[in-house]
């Protein structure tokens, strides 16, 4: 069973940094693409930033140049460092996973999601 529990979520001022971490158990698929989005109530989930396993990464054009995904060689961990946070960063941010090889921005190609850590900047 894949299991993704995120953490690192918190408050920050705008300007300022923070790093997400994912922990992935149960995930044993070789080619595969994992990658966090972010969802504001009223709104569609939004894809942020995907690595494969490559270390292929696609971004977000809204968060391009500011946040790096990240994943350790073992695959057991993905990261994303925040820098130069914008209040229009708010929102709650999921780990997600899929089993097909296909990295997409969609949210529709993942199958596997995590349960969410919000991320707050002030201005």
């Known amino acids: 069973q894949v299991q993704l529990v995120e953490s690192g979520g918190d408050s920050a001022q705008a300007g300022g940094s923070l790093r997400l971490s994912c922990a992935v158990s149960?995930?044993?698929?070789?080619?595969?693409?994992m990658g966090w989005f972010r969802q504001v109530p009223g709104k569609e989930r939004e894809g942020v930033a995907l690595?494969?396993?490559?270390?292929?990464?696609w971004y977000g054009d809204s968060v391009k140049g500011r946040f790096t995904v990240s994943q350790d060689n073992a695959k057991n961990n993905l990261y994303l460092q925040m820098n130069s946070l914008k209040p229009e960063d708010t929102a709650m941010y999921y780990c997600?996973?899929?089993?097909?090889?296909?990295?997409?921005?969609?949210?529709?190609?993942?199958?596997?999601w995590g349960q969410g850590t919000q991320v707050t900047v002030s201005s």
């Open positions: 997600a996973a899929e089993m097909h090889g296909y990295c997409s921005l969609d949210a529709s190609f993942f199958n596997f």
């Open positions: 690595i494969n396993t490559y270390g292929g990464t």
């Open positions: 149960g995930y044993t698929y070789n080619s595969a693409c």
